[in-house]
């Protein structure tokens, strides 16, 4: 917002954008509240418990949704990057670099589990939510600085530097930035693993997407009209800015457990219900989560889940940008929304795949994660041969509803389910990372086999060719098959109770 939404035009289109978004919660909002509760058993929530539940996950899930403004905002800036050229006449960022920098960035998220899982394990969600929202703030600042270099002090030996060494450069911030990025979903899992039993986790699995849907849309549709309004290091100082300003609305408000916000802890029913023993080390804890077959299986679907989701949003409207010429895509509903619809469909994926896990399944996540990867399979097979129609669009963005419902289900609750609140922030760190090694080696793929945007020696730039693009709807379909395959063998999967040592 701040000086982008300061022009009344500005803000009447941020607001006509949101209008779809902004009614889809609220039916959202009403048909949760009229669904009939589960049964938690003995455990009995006062109303005063549930207001403060709302007010220690809001401004956490918020933050957790500008995190991804500040993450995405990479590929925003390679469309405008890649209208300047060096003094070689090549873009500053094509589509290889764009693949480099988010291979290095996604490559760093995924192993940072390593270290932040036991982190957040050992200080809470709210001291990691804190980290990560102030490392990305400070990162996405030096991007924007960096990016200021470029623009402003082109004709210095500071700004040339930089432009000469864009990819590397960016790579380095991107790297450092997904590292603290890394901290968001261990952050608000492990905090909500406390408040959330594991009968309505199938809720804050819908809450979950739909938080992850909300950080699409700032991403996407909030960042091309920033990048429209403002100087492009805009684009990185205003999610730098709104995070600042959640992290002094999370230090005063989030807590880690009800206990510490003056309500009773209960038993969540999870895989730490019964364990009251000393805390293990996190290599012991890491052992056991990689010799659970049910973990590990979770972590391989979404390794497929972080292949797909990205294969979508990152390359769609690169697609239809650079194939223009030869189908006219750019001026499609689906690209001119793209945000909008990625975040309403999001929604509504991560709303389905909740309630019919804790209505229909019991709680069980499998079956859900099932039926939405075979849909996925279903539509990926489509894409193969409607990749170059108009029916592309309505395709990749119901393909989207279907990966973010599964990713919602999966890290967001499954990870509680099964690593227990005690271990939540290893569990979901496992199951995280193997979601960006799913990106990073779609990353690493999609960089050698899409075709280039720079003119070869005939004049003729590859890109622009819709048939150069066949790898990328194709590479699709046996990921989706393989997450099928995977998914179907947890149908049955249920969290069991450890006992006191």
């Known amino acids: 917002m701040f000086l982008a939404l300061a022009e009344d035009s500005m803000l009447w289109v941020a607001l006509e954008k949101f209008a779809p978004i902004a009614i889809l919660l609220v039916v959202v909002a009403i048909v949760i509240a009229r669904l009939p509760r589960v049964d938690l058993g003995n455990v009995i929530h006062s109303d005063a418990y549930r207001r403060r539940r709302l007010l220690n996950w809001l401004p956490l899930g918020l933050t957790y949704s500008f995190l991804y403004m ?10 405008a990057f890649g209208n300047m050229l060096s003094a070689e006449g090549i873009p500053l ?4 670099d764009f693949a480099d920098i988010f291979f290095w960035g996604t490559l760093v998220y995924g192993c940072s589990f390593l270290l932040n899982g036991p982190l957040t394990d050992k200080f809470g969600g709210r001291i990691a ?9 400070v990162a996405n600042l030096l991007l924007g600085l960096c990016t200021i270099w ?3 002090d082109g004709d210095s030996e500071r700004g ?12 380095v911030l991107y790297s450092v930035n997904m590292y603290f990025q890394s901290f968001g979903a261990v952050a608000i899992v492990k905090c909500n693993s406390s408040w959330f039993h594991v009968r309505e986790r199938g809720v804050f699995g819908a809450i979950f997407g739909i938080l992850i849907s909300l950080g699409i849309y700032f991403a996407f549709d909030w960042g091309y009209m920033i990048q429209e309004a403002l100087p492009l290091q805009w684009l990185f100082f205003i999610p730098a800015l709104v995070l600042a300003g959640f992290w002094v609305v999370d230090y005063r408000i989030v807590k880690n457990t009800p206990g510490e916000a003056n309500h009773d802890d209960f038993d969540t029913a999870d895989a730490s219900s019964g364990d009251d023993g000393p805390a293990l080390s996190a290599l012991v804890v890491f052992g056991k989560m990689l010799s659970n077959p ?3 299986t979770i972590a391989l679907i979404e390794f497929c889940s972080g292949f797909l989701r990205q294969a979508i949003m990152q390359w769609f409207r690169t697609f239809a940008s650079q194939t223009d010429g030869a189908l006219g895509f750019k001026d499609s509903f689906v690209y001119d929304n793209w945000g909008m619809l990625l975040c309403c469909a999001g929604i509504m994926g991560g709303v389905f795949a909740g309630t019919i896990s804790d209505h229909l399944f019991q709680s069980r996540r499998g079956p859900v994660a099932a039926v939405l990867y075979g849909l996925m399979l279903i539509s990926a097979g489509a894409l193969c041969f409607l990749y170059d129609s108009p029916m592309v669009g309505p395709l990749v963005i119901f393909m989207s509803m279907c990966v973010i419902g599964v990713h919602g289900m999966l890290s967001g609750t499954a990870s509680m389910d099964f690593g227990g609140r005690r271990n939540v922030g290893i569990a979901v760190g496992i199951i995280d990372g193997f979601v960006y090694a799913g990106t990073a080696t779609m990353s690493i793929l999609y960089g050698y086999l899409l075709p280039s ?7 003729v730039v590859p890109a622009a060719d819709p048939g150069n693009w066949q790898a990328w709807p194709i590479s699709m379909l046996p990921v989706a098959l393989i997450g099928l395959l995977l998914a179907w063998r ?3 999967a249920r969290p069991k109770a450890e006992t006191s040592k």
């Open 294 to 296: 049910i973990i590990v």
């Open 129 to 137: 939510i804190l980290i990560g929202a102030g490392g990305a703030c």
């Open 93 to 96: 960022m094509g589509n290889q």
């Open 150 to 152: 470029v623009l402003e």
């Open 453 to 459: 945007d720079t003119a070869g020696s005939d004049g």
């Open 70 to 79: 500040g993450r995405y905002n990479i590929k925003v800036s390679q469309h």
């Open 490 to 492: 947890v149908w049955h």
């Open 160 to 171: 040339r530097w930089v432009a000469e060494n864009l990819v590397l450069v960016f790579s």
